[in-house]
């Protein structure tokens, strides 16, 4: 029996330990419930608490670009490690914290780059251990990570009215630390000619992705700029969704914290699902199929956040966009994989993660802007995020397929 084939069953005790540690690092999705909690006991203005979300997004996407090299360098264990130790230190200092520097400082840049380290990795990780089923290895992964507010959320609440909001930062800073670590121990890299082992040369396409471009080599293309540019525009409408659902239920609905916390949970959930559901379903009807209806989705549930009154509607809405931003996630790793080769994907994806930091600086921006400028109301922002949500769907028509439907590396 080759490493190979003696891997197969490995693979799914490394696979859970992979997934316990996106649970980890899917933290920051329960920002929403921490937000109001931050303004109330330090008294800062609350536009300014709101970056602090888009500087930790900021640099978990930029912490690949910076540290592409030494990622490329260390093991996928060491790697984890040390994000372990930024991402949990980070929140256990942000429990310190007196002044608003010190919030962008401890849980935006070092939690941020901690959860840089982390999140990339284990989504390129996952994609080697499974070349044979990319999409559901990536849905999986995607919807570990966006289950994150599931359980945070809840659990934040209970320890800020249990404790106080700064030992719930030390708390989960200290959970999160030794959690990561254990399940690092875990992890092992796949051996050479799992992919082949996996998806016969008969499979597989024969073109040049079969060695892979790297990240230079990668930037210099025009799919790689098209890709971003698709990505960026399908999930602003989710991150407009997910960094301010619960002062958008607040304001729009004039629901008390406490329940807007529970609908935050809510919708993480629509986030997990989207991941699994759309990753899995892009394995049998391809990605660029599986990214038109998303697009579609996401649209209609703009415009009905628009026009919408009831609350039952209002909430299926966010619901529909938490759920087209796990989608749009879910596709990316593997859609990297098959457009620039599974060789460096680890590094590719890292630069590719990117497009989460460019949503993330836009949309709690057109959120927080629209709220103030139109008297609380957040229609212009959904209005904005519907045109450019249909800029994404005109722009995902132009990503060419690399083969057809049913190989490992094709798109359709």
């Known amino acids: 029996m080759s490493r190979a084939q003696a891997f197969q069953k490995r693979r799914w005790i490394c696979l859970a330990a992979a997934l316990v540690i996106c649970v980890c690092a899917g933290f920051g999705y329960a920002w929403s419930v921490l937000q109001n909690p931050i303004v109330a006991a330090h008294g800062w203005p609350e536009g300014q608490v709101s970056l602090a979300y888009t500087v930790t997004v900021v640099c978990s996407t930029m912490a690949p670009l910076f540290f592409g090299g030494l990622i490329r360098r260390i093991s996928t264990r060491m790697c984890i490690a040390l994000g372990a130790v930024l991402f949990g230190g980070g929140l256990f200092l942000t429990g310190a914290m007196t002044q608003l520097w010190q919030l962008f400082l401890f849980y935006g840049i070092l939690s941020g780059l ?24 990536s849905g999986l992964g995607t919807a570990a990570y966006g289950s994150g507010a599931i359980l945070w959320a809840p659990t934040s609440a209970v320890l800020m009215n249990t404790f106080s909001l700064a030992w719930a930062f030390r708390i989960l800073g200290v959970l999160f630390l030794a959690v990561i670590l254990a399940a690092s121990l875990l992890l092992a890299e796949p051996p050479e000619g799992l992919r082949e082992a996996l998806c016969p040369s ?13 990240r230079k080599q990668m930037v210099r293309t025009p ?47 629509c986030n997990m699902a989207g991941r699994f559901v759309w990753g899995s379903l ?62 460096y994907i680890t590094e590719n994806y890292g630069v590719m993660y990117v497009v989460f930091g460019l949503a993330s600086l836009i949309g709690p921006s057109l959120a927080t802007t629209f709220k103030t400028v139109g008297n609380g109301s957040y229609t212009g922002a959904y209005l904005s995020a519907a045109a450019l949500a249909v800029v994404g769907l005109a722009l995902s028509r132009l990503l060419k397929p690399v083969s057809c439907k049913g190989e490992c590396y094709g798109t359709e």
């Open 114 to 137: 901690g959860c840089g380290f982390i999140y990339p990795s284990m989504m390129a990780y996952v994609v080697r251990l499974f070349p044979d089923r990319s999409g559901l290895a």
């Open 282 to 343: 892009s394995d049998k009807v391809g990605i660029r199929n599986t990214m038109a209806a998303v697009f579609v989705l996401c649209i209609a549930s703009m415009l009905l956040l628009t026009v919408g009154e009831q609350d039952v509607l209002i909430l299926a809405a966010m619901g529909l966009a938490a759920s087209c931003y796990g989608g749009f996630a879910s596709v990316l790793t593997p859609l990297t994989a098959q457009t620039f080769g599974p060789k």
């Open 223 to 269: 799919a790689f700029y098209l890709i971003a540019a698709t990505f960026t525009c399908g999930l602003i409408a989710g991150v407009i969704v997910i960094s301010q659902a619960s002062p958008i239920l607040q304001a729009t609905l004039s629901y008390r914290a406490e329940r807007a916390a529970v609908f935050v949970s809510v919708f993480a959930a």
């Open 202 to 214: 008969s499979e597989r396409t024969a073109s040049p992705e079969e060695g892979g471009l790297c």
